[in-house]
């Protein structure tokens, strides 16, 4: 019999696999940080874009923005979309991608995110947009031919992925938002 809180070795099972406590086998998984963003666009289905002041490498971005802990993605959304832009979305959640980035020498995590469908504004409501100065300095509404010189190519795919799963009904898997490619 061994004795209470003495160290007991076993012989590993079948396949090699040793259990682990949950704090040690929490050291061995992908680490990642999670966001969540809404795509906005006017009523012709143009997309709003608000422009980063923060990051060249990723100049026109949607609203959102990094989960805060304890919250959950259409949290994470709604919250981001109201301190970006002063709006606040409407739900239920109708979620159009989501997407995933390895990490790289830029961000030292994985990137997993949602993407929500934030709905179609008025001249109105665009117009009422209030940006964020620290964040970000401009919102411009264009249509996807004319977003596509202005991106980097996989922010622009991604771009194009969301809009897709709007007018189809169909949820985008986007998995290249690495970190590596810019």
């Known amino acids: 019999m061994t004795a209470p809180g003495a160290a007991v070795e076993s012989r590993p099972p079948r396949g090699g696999r040793v259990w682990l406590p949950p704090e040690e086998y929490a050291e061995t998984v992908m680490k990642a940080t999670g966001f969540a963003a809404v ?13 980063s002041v923060y990051s060249p490498t990723h100049p026109w971005q949607l609203a959102g923005g ?3 802990p304890g919250e959950r993605p259409w949290q994470t959304a709604v919250r981001e979309c109201r301190e970006e832009t002063g ?3 409407q739900g239920p959640p109708r979620l159009l991608a989501t997407v995933f980035g390895l990490p790289g020498a830029e961000w030292p ?4 995110g949602t993407v929500f469908d934030g709905g179609r504004l008025t001249g109105d409501q665009i117009r009422g947009i209030v940006l964020d100065p620290e964040e970000h300095d401009e919102v411009r509404v264009l249509s996807l031919r004319e977003w596509r010189p202005l991106m980097p ?3 622009f795919e991604r771009l194009e992925a969301v809009l897709e799963a709007r007018r189809t009904g169909v949820a985008a898997y986007f998995d290249t938002w690495d970190w590596e490619q810019e």
């Open 87 to 89: 709006l606040t979305v």
């Open 39 to 51: 795509l906005l666009t006017d009523e012709q289905d143009r997309p709003v874009q608000l422009h």
């Open 153 to 155: 190519p996989r922010d």
């Open 109 to 112: 995590y994985s990137t997993m």
């Open 66 to 68: 990094t989960m805060d």
